[in-house]
T-cell receptor, first 114, second 113 residues
């Protein structure tokens, strides 16, 4: 079945440091790929997405490129801020019966220190 | 445009009891999915409802059931609660069942004691 493997956390960075969170996936077909962010006590917010190979999703300075050859969708940001502290989830959109559903990785806790 | 709202935000139940969680989907969305997020884990797909019918189900037992109403709001019911059911339950709505983008509510934190 579909699966998503994320870089183990937690990750602690200083403000303005470069961020990479690795994500690889296993899926049949050509899934769409997503990064979601979860702030403490809240639900999930879509951060960015890519729907086909070589697409680059970007939002709020975060970027990720859909790499079919390496089945990866690594999240990057050039300069993190304290406000980026949250849990980040990589996900893919697969199919169960006729339902399109999301399969998530286990999440990576990011803490950014001032 | 209103977002996805869930109620209640927190509740505590005793093992063996039954619970109902509620979700109002985003305006114009006809598809609702429910996810269970255990502490420190990623969300896991429970099931999806499309136009009031179950449209797909993950690896959860039948004591997890749901409903979707004509206004596309939804309920998740869990019978015979077990301690392992303690989790954050997330509702997500989509424009339709083929749309890959899902919008999540803030979740209901269920604690089973």
């Amino acid at each position: 079945g579909d699966s998503v493997t994320q870089m183990e956390g937690p990750v602690t960075l200083s403000e303005e440091a470069f961020l990479t969170i690795n994500c690889t996936y296993t899926a049949t077909g050509y899934p769409s790929l997503f990064w979601y962010v979860q702030y403490p006590g809240e639900g999930l917010q879509l951060l960015l997405k890519a729907t086909k190979a070589d697409d680059k999703g970007s939002n709020k300075g975060f970027e990720a490129t859909y790499r079919k050859e390496t089945t990866s969708f690594h999240l990057e940001k050039g300069s993190v801020q304290v406000s980026d502290s949250a849990v980040y989830f990589c996900a893919l959109s697969g199919v169960t019966g006729s339902a399109r559903q999301l399969t998530f990785g286990s999440g990576t806790q990011l803490t950014v220190l001032p | 445009e209103t977002g996805v709202t869930q109620s209640p935000t927190h509740l505590i139940k005793t093992r063996g009891q039954q619970v109902t969680l509620r979700c109002s989907s985003q305006s114009g969305h006809n598809t609702v999915s429910w996810y269970q997020q255990a502490l420190g884990q990623g969300p896991q797909f429970i099931f999806q409802y499309y136009r009031e019918e179950e449209n797909g189900r993950g690896n959860f037992p039948p004591r997890f059931s749901g409903l979707q109403f004509p206004n596309y709001s939804s309920e998740l019911n869990v019978n015979a609660l077990e301690l392992d059911d303690s989790a954050l339950y997330l509702c997500a709505s989509s424009l339709d069942r083929s749309n890959t983008e899902a919008f999540f509510g803030q979740g209901t934190r269920l604690t089973v004691v």
